[in-house]
């Protein structure tokens, strides 16, 4: 037990003890940035994991990836995935500003109208309910969740080495990141390639997951 | 445009993120004045008391300690500190909110009781302590009261260095994990 003299020896002694410890354990200690790195490369690998695990990539992948339909689902989430990568290395660290990530997510945003305003000027709108509904609306719902549980776990551990300023925010940030991830991985299984099934299904898994973001970020951060 | 003062903290900083001891203590030793002086004007207003400060000022400094890889040494120091400040005053006034609630004649109680003699539940660093693992304390006591270095402090208790290094990052985020929850 501590001697009998410490509380006489007046409010800053406890605070000098502390100094004295926190200089000796000088190093012991991780980069925010590569912590986050580590995160996302780990991340990916899991989600990359449980997406062969459970389905594969469509037989004529090869063939199709190239025409824009198909190409629009990457050029969607993969800016996303970097976009919230980046925000969430700004958000994790005090004081620090957001940087370009906004308006990257701006332009994500912007090509995801495009792309529905392109489709709904090409299709006619009585099969706009049909490549709305797709083929898999429920698998869609089911799997981004599933494969985004690895790396949005990976983020809010990344996450609790830094110090965000607002921990539900931030673990919801993280799960827009993950569900970017995991619906990048997603989208070479998927046969619906509507803009329109895009913007509404994997908003709403993206939803789902920023949800559960939220209250990890909430318990964890 | 930086202030003189914040610049020679991010040299500091900067050197002891490289592993420069002597840097990392300096920039502690200078940034504690700056951070209690914020701390009591801040608090101030709550009618808090000195070792609310003292309290909030270790709070602080364990949380620039565990969380510096989060500071980019391209980037102000300053606002990094007020950031991490901030937080930790926010912490305290959440966790003494639960406190307040209490009647006003207990209150006037404490405060007279504190008066008279050593303040009870203070979160000094000390009484803190003793809710490490004893081994933990045996590390923390030798490097932080005796003031040992770590090399000397392994001899004492024939462990090897990097265990003490190991034992005492671990006490360091227990202590910090101790203020989070508010208990002592």
Redesign the interface.
């Known amino acids: 037990m501590m001697s009998d003299d410490d509380s006489s020896r007046g409010p800053t002694s406890g605070t000098d003890r502390l100094i004295e410890m926190l200089a000796k354990d000088a190093g012991a200690w991780h980069r925010f940035g590569t912590v986050l790195l580590k995160a996302v490369a780990i991340g990916v690998v899991m989600a990359a994991v449980v997406f062969i695990v459970l389905m594969n990539p469509r037989p004529d992948l090869e063939q199709v990836i190239r025409t824009a339909r198909v190409l629009f689902k990457f050029i969607v989430t993969v800016p996303l995935a970097i976009a919230m990568i980046g925000l969430l290395d700004r958000i994790g660290r005090p004081a620090a500003p957001l940087g370009p990530w906004p308006w990257l997510l701006g332009g994500v945003g912007a090509v995801l109208v495009v792309g529905v305003g392109i489709e709904l000027a090409m299709v006619p709108s009585s099969e706009w309910a049909a490549s709305l509904i797709g083929t898999n609306a429920r698998y869609c719902l089911m799997f981004i969740p599933l494969i985004a549980i690895g790396p949005l776990v990976c983020f809010i551990v990344a996450l609790r080495q830094g110090m965000p300023a607002h921990p539900g925010l931030a673990g919801a940030a993280a799960g827009v990141a993950s569900s970017a991830i995991a619906a990048a991985f997603y989208a070479t299984h998927c046969p619906d390639d509507s803009p329109l099934f895009v913007a509404t299904w994997y908003t709403l898994a993206t939803c789902i997951v920023a949800i559960c973001g939220y209250f990890a970020g909430r318990r964890f951060l | 445009m930086t202030h003189p003062r914040e610049q020679q903290w991010s040299v500091w900083m900067a050197a002891?993120?490289e592993?420069?001891?002597v840097a990392?203590?300096l920039f502690?030793?200078a940034v504690?004045p700056h951070l209690r002086m914020l701390a009591r004007r801040r608090l101030a207003a709550f009618g808090s008391d000195?070792?609310d400060?003292?309290d909030v000022?270790?709070e602080a400094?364990?949380?620039i300690?565990l969380?510096?890889?989060?500071?980019?040494p391209r980037?102000q120091i300053g606002?990094?500190l007020?950031?991490?400040l901030r937080?930790k005053i926010i912490d305290a006034l959440r966790r003494r909110g639960h406190r307040v609630t209490v009647p006003i004649d207990d209150v006037v109680e404490v405060l007279a009781d504190e008066q008279s003699g050593?303040p009870t539940d203070g979160q000094?660093?000390?009484?803190m302590?003793?809710n490490l693992k004893p081994v933990q304390q045996d590390i923390?006591r030798s490097?932080?009261?005796e003031?040992f270095?770590?090399r000397d402090t392994a001899a004492r208790l024939s462990m090897t260095e990097n265990a003490v290094?190991?034992a005492?990052?671990r006490?360091?985020r227990s202590l910090a994990a101790i203020y989070r929850g508010g208990t002592r």
Do not use: C, F
């Open positions: 002891a993120l592993g420069d001891e990392y203590r502690l030793e504690t000195n070792q400060h003292e000022v270790q400094l364990l949380a300690h969380k510096r890889g989060t500071w980019d980037r606002p990094w007020s950031v991490i937080n050593t000094d660093i000390s009484r302590m003793e923390v490097i932080s009261l003031g270095s770590v290094r190991v005492l990052h006490a360091l």
